[in-house]
Every structure is written in C-alpha cells, then in structure tokens.
C-alpha cells in the first residue's frame, strides 16, 4: 500500500474505483474483465482505459470466473479472540457451505471508518455476490454508503446504512430483561459494567439498563465501562466492591463478568450470598464458571445462519427493501443471582 500525505495507508484501485472512472456499475466492470459477451464493445474499451489508467489489477479469483457468479459471500469482522465473533462466523460458514458458496473473510484491526472501507473494498474486489458487515458501524462515510449500495449488504449487530439489511438481537430489551430480574429479587438498585462506547451494542445495552431501572423508580447508578475482556472486568469489580451497599450487578458481557466475579471473591464477598451478578451472551463457559452464570442467551451460530438466508435473498432480488429482522433474547437464571441480602 501507498501512503497519504498525513502519513496513512492507502488502499490499491479497487474494482469500485474502476466503476466510478469508467461510468459503469462495479458488475459491469466485473463481466467486461471477464470476457463476458452481453458488454458492447464500447463498454469494454471504457472498462480497460479506466484500468489502465488507475492502475488496477485483478485478482486471482476474480480472473476465473466465467459464469458471472462468484458463489461467494463476504464477511466483515474484527479481528479479536472473543468468542461472540467466533461462534457468529461458524454459522455463517455452515449455513453458507449448505447453500453451495463460499466465505471470503476480510479482517479489520480497528473500527476506524478507513478500515471498515477498505475492508469492505477489499471483498467487493472479489466479485463477493453478497457481504455480512460484522462489526458496528457507528459512523458511515459516502464511500461505505457506495459500496453497500453497489453490493447486497447485510449487518448483524443493529448498525446499518441506507442499503443495508439488519438481522439483530434486540439489545435494549436484553439489558431490560436482565436489569428486571435483579429488581425482582428484592434488590433496591443494578449497577452496571458496560462495553466501550464505540460498540452500538454497549450503548444499547446502557439504554436498556437505565430504562429498566428510571421505570422501576430506582436510583441510577453511574456506569463503568469495560473493554469486553475479563480483566477489564477484574478492575472495575473491585472498584464496586467497595460500595458499602452494593448487591447486584449488570455485566455487559460474559467476559467480563466472570473478571468481576473473581474481584469480588477476592474482596470477601460471595456470590450470590452478597452480590447477585447477571452477565451477557450465555456463552459455553458461563455454566461452568463458579458460581454458573445468570445470563442473557445471544443465538450466535443461528444469527450467523439467519444473516445468510437474509442477505442470499436479498442477492436473488436486489430489489428488495431491506427490513430489520429482530431476534428476542432469552434470561437465563442460574446460580449467579439470589434474593437481595438483608441489611
């Protein structure tokens, strides 16, 4: 890659630059490189000088096709080892194999609009008939806008742009849900360890939470944030282990919860004997952990499946309007969470 004059990387000329120079949609550009004979003439020759004067070069994948069809979708991720992105790209792997295409993963290091761009770049350069975008999007641009325009797009986390389809959990009823339980066992407030800011998801877990608790009539507590990883959670657990009057705590992750219950342990105090804690996403060590985790269940594998079916429909009809398909969460009660202690 090249670099801007602030000292950047830039991206190579994609075949969405060729399109753009040349007049043409970014399918078209894809059937003239490959020899298809509905291109008039014309058309071709405008494809080629465009490509000779960005400077673009195919890729291997590309130059094979024949039929006009790639039978491969994209997927946007970020590049992390929490299981929630893992489990999510396992359904959409198997969901995607059963349909008879392939999966091209493009990774981005960071949620930087840049890096969202040439990630979704970089897969629309392999003539992907349709792209899942897994991460949050909390800030488009005109070029993102472009390129979920030009190609089928799909996102998963409750982010979207003008032309994208939406398959999501309903995050803010989650947290609700979650909160509610707490308040029901007798306990006078939640406080709440959220994800980073930059995250829709943390946000709308934060909404959730705060509404739960304002409708109750109870005092809000101020949140804490975490990063999503046990460590984050690790810290801010003992910092709420020193409030006198604390007996429940809204963990916005798994991950985390289980960092704050160990802080918690390690300050004295039991779970859920002193401190009830609910944690997020019910992933496969939540039941093991010590004590088992009072949870939200997040279907991650069958998100994944369910953001295949969606998006090949819309890749078999682009014209049709893209509607959010929301998925209900589910409260699972474990050991985690008891009746408020007496003071």
Not at 67 to 92: E, H, K, M
Not at 231 to 242: E, H, I, K, Q, T
Not at 270 to 280: L, Q
Request: charged content about 20%; proline content about 6%; aromatic content about 4%.
């Amino acid at each position: 890659m090249s670099k801007r004059s602030d000292g950047k990387e830039t991206r190579p000329p994609g075949m969405v630059d060729v399109a753009r120079a040349a007049g043409v949609s970014p399918q078209t550009v894809s059937r003239a490189l490959a020899g298809h004979p509905n291109v008039q003439e014309k058309t071709r020759a405008k494809v080629l000088a465009a490509v000779e004067q960005l400077g673009y070069r195919r890729n291997n994948a590309a130059r094979m096709l024949s039929s006009g069809r790639s039978r491969t979708i994209g997927v946007v991720t970020l590049q992390t080892n929490f299981y929630s992105r893992a489990a999510v790209t396992t359904g959409i792997e198997h969901a995607a194999h059963d349909a008879g295409y392939t999966v091209s993963t493009a990774t981005t290091t960071s949620l930087d609009t840049f890096a969202i761009e040439n990630a979704l770049s970089r897969l629309v350069d392999q003539d992907v008939e349709g792209i899942i975008l897994s991460v949050p999007l909390i800030h488009t641009s005109r070029r993102i806008e472009q390129l979920t325009r030009a190609t089928p797009t799909l996102t998963i986390d409750g982010s979207r742009t003008d032309a994208t389809e939406v398959v999501a959990v309903d995050q803010t009823l989650a947290a609700r849900l979650a909160t509610e339980h707490l308040l029901d066992l007798g306990h006078e407030t939640v406080w709440h360890i959220a994800g980073p800011d930059e995250w829709l998801e943390a946000g709308q877990r934060r909404d959730g939470w705060r509404a739960a608790l304002e409708a109750a009539g109870r005092p809000v507590p101020p949140p804490l944030e975490g990063d999503w990883t046990p460590a984050s959670g690790y810290r801010n657990g003992l910092v709420l282990a020193r409030i006198p009057d604390l007996t429940a705590i809204f963990v916005a992750s798994d991950e985390m919860a289980f960092g704050v219950i160990r802080a918690l342990h390690e300050a004295g105090l039991r779970v859920p004997e002193d401190v009830s804690v609910v944690g997020f996403d019910d992933i496969e060590l939540a039941e093991y952990c010590s004590p088992s985790l009072t949870t939200i269940a997040q279907p991650f594998q069958h998100m994944g499946r369910l953001a295949v079916t969606h998006l090949l429909r819309h890749i078999e009809d682009p014209g049709t309007v893209p509607e959010p398909h929301t998925v209900a969460p589910r409260l699972i009660v474990r050991a985690s969470t008891a009746p408020a202690p007496a003071r």
